[in-house]
């Protein structure tokens, strides 16, 4: 009975150890999962030193140096690199503003010059495909805020402007490297909440001088009726004379002859 209790005691702990080793086995020998990768971070977009892409792109030394004197150009290069939705400018060549003579700029205060160019950029990238979707939505805000808007069109792949005063068109693309993109236009964007609606009308050619009346004009035929109306009174004239002339000649023959025969008979 003592040898039949130690036999299960023991068989009980070979069994027990035996179930431990296999679990401790099985667990050496199963597969560790490998992790996933990281997913890869997003490229950093390039830093776009904006005086630096005015300086050397084209003719823009004008708007660059409104930009420096008000310094808005931090405002721009603010937008353009420390936000997610970018910035698009507007810039006009030099001989834009040559030709803005009424208006003019020199009269604004500077807040509002600070408008004006502020009206020349959107708070946000859009691409030249994109102008399309904004001339069916109607006004666009700019980065001057509030009553400032423009009103794009898409004619047929060329993107026109309307300030409310000024409108113009984009000629070329400058810089079109997301969050950054630069166009130009060949006109100043005045905005209508500065300048009103009373827009210049386009002044009228000049007429073109040292040009004298063809032939069927009023005046040339009143002239030429004047011409051959006074030919014959000068022609009259002349002959009245002659004829006077002649009788005063008459007359002191006569009076000779007259004087020899009183003095013979």
């Not at 035996?18 to 830093?47: D, F, N, W």
């Not at 931090?74 to 003579?101: H, R, S």
């Not at 002239?223 to 009245?240: C, Q």
Request: charged fraction near 15%.
């Amino acid at each position: 009975m003592e040898f039949s209790m130690i036999f299960m005691i023991s068989f009980s702990v070979l069994i027990l150890c035996s179930s431990l080793a296999y679990g401790q086995v099985a667990m050496s020998t199963s597969p560790t999962p490998s992790p996933s990768p990281a997913p890869a971070p997003a490229p950093t977009p390039a830093y776009t030193n904006l005086k630096d892409l005015l300086s050397v792109a084209g003719p823009y030394h004008k708007f660059l140096n409104y930009l420096e004197s008000t310094k808005l150009i931090d405002t721009f290069q603010i937008q353009a690199n420390n936000t997610v939705e970018g910035i698009t400018i507007f810039v006009p060549k030099d001989n834009a503003f040559k030709a803005l003579k009424k208006p003019s700029l020199s009269n604004l205060t500077d807040d509002q010059l600070k408008s004006v160019l502020l009206f020349h950029a959107l708070p946000r990238y859009y691409a030249l495909a994109d102008f399309n979707d904004l001339s069916e939505k109607g006004p666009i805000s700019t980065l001057a805020g509030g009553q400032y808007t423009l009103q794009f069109n898409d004619d047929s792949g060329t993107v026109r402007l309307d300030s409310g005063w000024s409108k113009t068109k984009v000629t070329s693309a400058v810089h079109t490297s997301k969050p950054v993109a630069v166009y130009q236009v060949d006109k100043v964007l005045l905005p209508e909440a500065i300048f009103g609606t009373d827009i210049p009308p386009t002044p009228a050619p000049a007429p073109a001088l040292g040009i004298s009346p063809s032939a069927d004009t009023p005046s040339a035929a009143k002239s030429e009726e004047t011409g051959s109306s006074s030919k014959p009174s000068s022609l009259g004239s002349s002959s009245l004379r002659i004829m006077m002339n002649s009788g005063i000649w008459t007359q002191l023959v006569l009076a000779f002859l007259g004087g020899w025969l009183v003095l013979f008979f």
